[in-house]
């Protein structure tokens, strides 16, 4: 990419600020305040937070009632559809009178219902090979006695998923009416979707107290926005027919909305869904700290008491039901709706699959209480292959101890500590200085102001050196990933066959939670900032596969056509032809791999990184709910900078390419 002549002026203070850095010889010479920021000029913000989150949540009276009693009643209603979701899957209902002994008892759905009642979604969804997988998947909760914290799971989801659809529907409608309002939520929506959700979890620990309800909440705040900016993205492509349709028919705004324009985006709205499913999916785990419980729980405790084979079995539980929740929603998305004339035949012949599953949770009620193994998978039966984990992991350190370790202290030695020391010696003034000339030679002073006061704010918050060290994982996270994800994208676009297999491994990979990407690298190369960056690679080589295998199949036919008859080889035609056009996707890919190291680095505080996301975990352990805003914020600025940069490069090569600008992704 040619960068235009009129914008090279713009490098010079890159020029400037690398001539300074090559002046000084050595880091010694380096004055002080240059190479550290200054204790004195930090700005105590996440003190300040402390207190301002202290005062609302112990001194605010609002007058009826205090803030925190405002809090808790609000914390009691959505407790009271948790409750009853988890009852119905997990735990059942009780009803006492005045003695301590429940005058009713009702057990939840036996194994069997619910394993049924899935499987009977998932056909109507998607068929017979989908329902199959799903009733296997669902009988490994039961056979490996993972039974019980696997419905606390899906009931915790379930009841995240629903407000996050709520939520998110009432903003992204509400950003569709108003572009103003649309202008304001959409930096909320960058923050909150880069902002790591250890710091949604100590304001909402302060304010909700310690439990599953505080978990909840924090996912709910976590998954939410991907709905908005798909209900907003979604209304503004229903076709203006539609909308006109709408209006000659008579409706209020209300019942347009509703009636009209929200069934029309039906399929995107429910890509959406999807996504809310998968992100919280991705944060059971995490809020199990903070007494979530389910499958999260087990495979926290499992893996912090390094009990690997107890890990495995919870994390490929929570793989499992991802997958499952995964293709029935991708299903349903894509199934077009059925519209039949209304007949003379019954309701159980028109809607069989409704009758079988009212049959199904009958008969299991019916029968649990004669026939044990209908309402509960018995004892005797279920398996356990912890143990077989555990002697894997401690076979390989007995007997390749000495290659893992080697194959670790090399990369260890020769690229994280270089790199690393490299990013904390860099002086600060000169990072902010080369941000903000970069962002002004690719897209104006805008995105350089952007970039000059997100890269302050974090020196003035105190935390520059663990920005550095955040950066300097991320940054080689995707450098890695590129250059593994790459080639693959290549030959899958070049090969069918490759395709074939590529796409099958991404979108399977694409389904697993962020967490389970740890248990194998800690299961190999213990704790530490390598397993942390093997974890980011994993989790961030698929959108490096995906945007270039994407990028080179879709170039235009005649272009590839004329460079056939032109008698180029197929290195000279991907090298300077494929390649070159693909550039933007490419860019674009790299964006993607950007966003997810950063969403892996989040997590790995959990194996011992030094960074923003460790300070953002040990806020959590303090109940410091200041630092943890603070540190996630910087997170937040780190990710939003580098996502402006590269997206204000790849529309630039595609300016200078002559390629349409990309259309706005959904999410």
Request: hydrophobic fraction near 55%; glycine fraction near 8%; charged fraction near 15%.
């Amino acid at each position: 990419m040619q960068v235009p002549q009129r914008r090279l002026v713009h490098l010079a203070p890159l020029a400037l600020a690398l001539g300074v850095t090559a002046w000084l010889k050595s880091w010694e010479e380096i004055p002080r305040w240059v190479k550290y920021y200054p204790r004195d000029w930090k700005v105590p913000a996440d003190k300040q937070l402390d207190a301002l989150f202290n005062f609302f949540a112990e001194e605010v009276d609002l007058g009826l009632f205090t803030f925190k009693e405002l809090t808790r009643g609000f914390a009691w209603v959505i407790e009271r559809l948790l409750l009853f979701v988890q009852g119905v899957f997990a735990k059942g209902f009780e009803f006492y009178g005045d003695a301590m002994t429940p005058w009713l008892v009702i057990p939840p759905l036996s194994w069997v219902a619910v394993t049924g009642l899935f499987a009977i979604l998932a056909y109507w969804a998607s068929g017979r090979a989908l329902a199959i997988l799903v009733a296997v998947f669902f009988a490994y909760f039961a056979v490996f006695d993972l039974w019980e914290n696997a419905m606390l799971t899906l009931a915790s989801v379930f009841v995240a998923v629903l407000l996050g659809i709520a939520i998110g529907v009432a903003l992204g409608a509400l950003g569709y009416r108003s572009r103003v309002f649309n202008a304001i939520l959409t930096p909320i929506y960058d923050i909150m979707q880069t902002t790591p959700i250890w710091s949604y979890l100590v304001p909402v620990l302060v304010f909700f107290g310690f439990g599953p309800l505080a978990g909840l909440l924090a996912t709910v705040v976590f998954a939410m926005p991907p709905m908005a900016r798909v209900t907003t993205l979604a209304l503004q492509r229903v076709p203006a027919n539609t909308s006109d349709f709408g209006d000659m028919a008579g409706c209020t705004r209300r019942q347009k909305m509703w009636l009209v324009m929200l069934p029309s985006a039906r399929r995107s709205l429910l890509i959406g869904i999807n996504q809310v499913i998968m992100l919280s999916l991705a944060a059971v785990i995490v809020a199990s700290i903070i007494g979530a419980g389910g499958l999260g729980a087990d495979v926290y405790r499992a893996l912090t008491a390094l009990r690997i084979g107890d890990a495995v079995e919870a994390g490929l539980a929570i793989t499992l039901l991802a997958i499952a929740l995964d293709r029935i929603s991708q299903g349903i998305a894509m199934r077009r709706p059925v519209h039949e004339v209304e007949s003379a035949r019954n309701l159980i012949r028109r809607h069989p699959l409704v009758t079988l599953a009212l049959a199904l949770v009958v008969a299991s009620a019916v029968l649990g209480p004669f026939v044990p193994a209908v309402k509960s998978f018995p004892d005797s039966l279920t398996i356990s292959t912890g143990d077989v984990w555990n002697d894997v992991v401690k076979w390989l350190n007995v007997n390749h101890h000495e290659t893992i370790g080697g194959f670790r202290d090399f990369f260890i030695i020769h690229l994280l500590k270089p790199v690393k020391l490299f990013f904390i010696r860099l002086p600060w003034p000169a990072v902010i200085l080369v941000a903000v000339t970069l962002g002004y030679a690719l897209g104006g002073w805008r995105l350089a102001l952007l970039a000059g006061l997100l890269l302050t704010g974090i020196a003035l918050s105190g935390y520059w050196k663990q920005a550095m060290i955040s950066l300097y994982l991320a940054t080689l996270g995707v450098l890695a990933s590129m250059l593994i994800g790459a080639p693959i994208g290549v030959a899958a676009a070049l090969n069918r066959r490759v395709d074939r297999v590529v796409t099958v491994i991404i979108d399977t990979l694409q389904t697993l939670p962020t967490f389970v990407y740890l248990l194998p690298v800690v299961m190999l190369f213990a704790t530490g900032e390598f397993p942390a960056f093997v974890a980011i690679v994993m989790y961030a080589v698929l959108p490096a596969i995906r945007y270039t295998k994407h990028g080179i199949a879709n170039i235009p036919r005649p272009i590839i056509e004329a460079t056939d008859l032109s008698g180029a080889t197929r290195m000279q035609k991907l090298f300077q032809v494929q390649i070159p056009l693909a550039l933007p996707d490419i860019l674009l890919g790299v964006n993607q791999v950007l966003m997810m190291a950063f969403g892996m680095l989040v997590i790995t505080a959990l194996v011992g990184t030094r960074g923003l996301e460790q300070e953002a975990l040990t806020s959590l352990a303090k109940v410091r709910p200041g630092t943890g805003v603070v540190t996630g914020l910087g997170i937040a600025c780190l990710v939003i900078v580098s996502d402006r940069m590269i997206t204000a490069a790849s529309v630039l090569s595609r300016r200078h390419l002559g390629l349409a600008t990309a259309a706005p992704a959904m999410a």
